[in-house]
């Protein structure tokens, strides 16, 4: 059974740091671009960052040198290291393969940055 399950988040203050975890089933992990989303309330579901599974990250403009994305292949994991948090960086954030494939959402893991 395919499953993707991410950890880490919770409530933050501005300028601080989260590392987010997602655990990928085997099946989807072996050969994929890993890849981390997120959505605020009332807003579209945007990509984040990108990891290919040789480690070559991809960033949006709003994350690029706050946040670090990883892998680890041989745990099946992905990471996403966010620093310097912002209060709009506050959503929902859910790994997925990029593109992304609609069987693979799970629950996600809040980040709420506030003082």
């Known amino acids: 059974q395919v499953q993707l399950v991410e950890s880490g988040g919770g409530l933050v203050q501005p300028g601080g740091s989260l590392r987010l975890s997602c655990a990928a089933s085997g099946s989807i992990f072996k050969s994929a671009v890993m890849a981390w989303y997120r959505q605020a309330p009332g807003k579209q579901r945007e990509l984040v960052a990108a990891?290919?599974?040789?480690?070559?990250?991809d960033y949006s403009t709003s994350v690029k040198g706050r946040f670090t994305i990883s892998r680890d292949n041989a745990k099946n994991t992905v990471y996403l290291q966010m620093n310097s948090l912002k209060p709009e960086d506050t959503a929902v954030y859910y790994c997925?393969?990029?593109?992304?494939?609609?069987?693979?959402w799970g629950q996600g893991t809040q980040v709420t940055v506030s003082s």
């Open positions: 997925n393969t990029r593109p992304p494939q609609s069987i693979y």
């Open positions: 990891v290919t599974r040789g480690g070559t990250p």
